[in-house]
């Protein structure tokens, strides 16, 4: 645990010092769960977003984006079930005053049950050597299976009594299982109380006229409102889909865990709309198609899992997380919800206006059923940025820190770098970075000697690094240095381009999602 949390605080300031991402109005101590993007982090998160645009929009005939207002009519969050049901269940410590969510000290707690099943693999890993088998041990193993059986009992009932709002219940399993306030150990609780979630904020100049407003806590509901609009100007055939990247606010309460949780954060989220009864085929395929995308990055397949929902959302009768193994353990990266039609009928209600397709092949008007794909853009940030931050020990003793980022979504795609500074090599760098900049981002380092811009662009995460020398004034070629291997090749200035267009390439990459 110690060690997850140190690895946790090097993710944090890692992010500080190589400009990705900075704590909002730092200079006034800054403000709880609210980050900015700095130079590269800006970079980064725009190619990821690019990268999930390209896989969910333009690759799909069937689907087009929108870009709807963070401003609503406050009827949307009536008919959408926000209002009344969008709420965390909170408990406050008596003695440390400290609020938390009811919900997360429960999962805390079966969190550790699983760095205890962590703890017992290493060690059974150790004992047995090259015979572990550690699928078979995972499934035989007593003290294993305790563990995860107790888990899922837990998950299970904490589940089961949210669904049914039995907040006591939820009071006497803390109590049962003995859960301390992490911050003082005690165990004196209140009580369980519901608070909901959006930010409140007024339109309209003067008291009398202004009118109340949500910042929207979800990006889907821009969607579902335009529904009708995109279905008649796109003359949209259902299966379709509707997509959409934006802001999204939540007042959280439990607001740690850096860029994991936040109060203002992005959204990446599509809309399936479906034939009513084809709901259940679509979300099995899309929670297929989602995990493929994350497989394309080449972050490991161990690394995720699916987690299906005891407890649904209001609006949906199936859900799953695709969770990731972020340095605090498996947490939900994305969503995918069958949300019925709820929302369409829900807002078909509250507006008197149909929201209704007619089917051509069905001769027959009905309110298609929706199947969400939905997932945090600074959560897959952070999932990307905390996997590919590395401390390798080289041949010779020394450590590099090496931020291996997919070299889709880096930052700068490579650095271009005199030798030294004189001779005539500056100018044929600046001339490399000139031409190769129209293609993809570049950047231009002098400072220092070349080992050591070597490990600065390890450490912000650049791909490839291009060194001029004085060979090249005599053969046009110059060193190409691969940044996870540190191999160095001969290349001549005339093939680079293609060399790292193909490395970067986003076909390339998302192909992978196809085998
Ligand atoms: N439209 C459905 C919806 O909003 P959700 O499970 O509440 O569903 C979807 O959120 C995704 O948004 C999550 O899987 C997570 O990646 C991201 N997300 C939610 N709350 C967040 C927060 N406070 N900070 C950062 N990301 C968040």
């Not at 087009?64 to 207002?69: L, S, W, Y």
């Not at 089961?160 to 109590?175: G, N, P, R, T």
């Not at 992490?182 to 519901?194: R, Y």
């Amino acid at each position: 645990m110690a060690n997850q949390e140190d690895q946790f605080k090097k993710v944090i300031s890692h992010a500080k010092e190589y400009g990705y991402v900075f704590p909002s109005s730092e200079i006034y101590d800054g403000l709880s769960a609210v980050y900015d993007y700095a130079q590269n982090g800006v970079e980064l998160k725009r190619n990821i977003r690019e990268y999930w645009w390209k896989a969910m929009v333009q690759m799909h005939e069937n689907i087009v984006g929108i870009d709807a207002a963070i401003f609503m009519h406050p009827t949307t969050w009536k008919a959408s079930g926000h209002v009344d049901a969008f709420n965390d269940p909170l408990i406050d410590n008596k003695d440390s005053k400290k609020r938390y969510r009811a919900d997360v000290l429960i999962e805390d707690y079966v969190g550790k049950l699983d760095a205890k099943i962590d703890k017992e693999v290493k060690k059974a890993a150790k004992r047995f050597g090259d015979a572990f088998d550690k699928a078979q041990f995972l499934e035989t193993n007593p003290r294993v299976l305790g563990y995860k059986e107790k888990g899922a009992a837990i998950l299970k009932r904490m589940g089961q009594s949210l669904e049914k709002e039995d907040l006591a219940d939820v009071k006497a399993l803390i109590e049962e299982l003995e859960i301390a306030c992490p911050l003082s150990g005690s165990k004196n609780w209140t009580d369980v109380k519901q608070f909901n979630l959006m930010f409140g904020t007024r339109l309209g100049a003067t008291a009398e006229s202004s009118m109340e407003l949500y910042l929207r806590p979800e990006t889907a509901q821009g969607i579902f409102v335009n529904f009708l609009n995109v279905q008649k100007t796109g003359r949209m055939k259902i299966p379709f889909g509707i997509a959409q990247t934006g802001k999204a606010f939540r007042n959280e309460i439990v607001a740690r865990q850096f860029i994991f949780r936040m109060r203002e954060f992005e959204q990446m989220e599509m809309q399936f709309f479906v034939r009513p009864g084809t709901q259940k085929a679509w979300y099995e395929q899309w929670k297929k198609t989602r995990l493929q995308w994350h497989l394309s990055l080449g972050m490991g397949a161990e690394n995720y899992r699916f987690h299906d929902h005891e407890k649904l959302a209001h609006y949906a009768d199936a859900a799953a997380d695709i969770e990731f193994k972020f340095p605090f353990g498996f947490k939900e990266l994305e969503g995918i919800h069958s949300r019925t039609d709820f929302d369409l009928s829900s807002h078909e209600k509250y507006a008197s206006k149909k929201l209704q397709y007619f089917d051509p092949e069905l001769n027959e008007r009905y309110v298609p059923y929706v199947v969400e794909t939905s997932i945090g853009l600074d959560r897959m940030f952070l999932a990307i940025f905390s996997h590919s931050l590395k401390e390798e020990t080289l041949e010779n003793g020394s450590t590099r820190t090496v931020l291996q980022l997919p070299a889709v979504l880096a930052p700068t795609k490579a650095a271009v770098l005199p030798l030294v500074k004189k001779d005539g090599l500056p100018e044929i760098a600046r001339s490399i970075v000139a031409d190769l900049t129209w293609d993809f981002a570049v950047t231009y380092d002098e400072k220092d000697a070349v080992g050591r811009r070597y490990r600065r662009q390890d450490a912000v995460g650049t791909p490839f690094c291009i060194t001029v020398d004085h060979d090249t004034l005599n053969d046009d070629s110059v060193t190409l240095r691969h940044r996870d291997t540190m191999v160095q090749t001969r290349v001549k200035i005339a093939a680079l381009k293609d060399l790292i267009k193909e490395e970067i390439s986003m076909k390339n990459w998302l192909q992978k999602c196809a085998q």
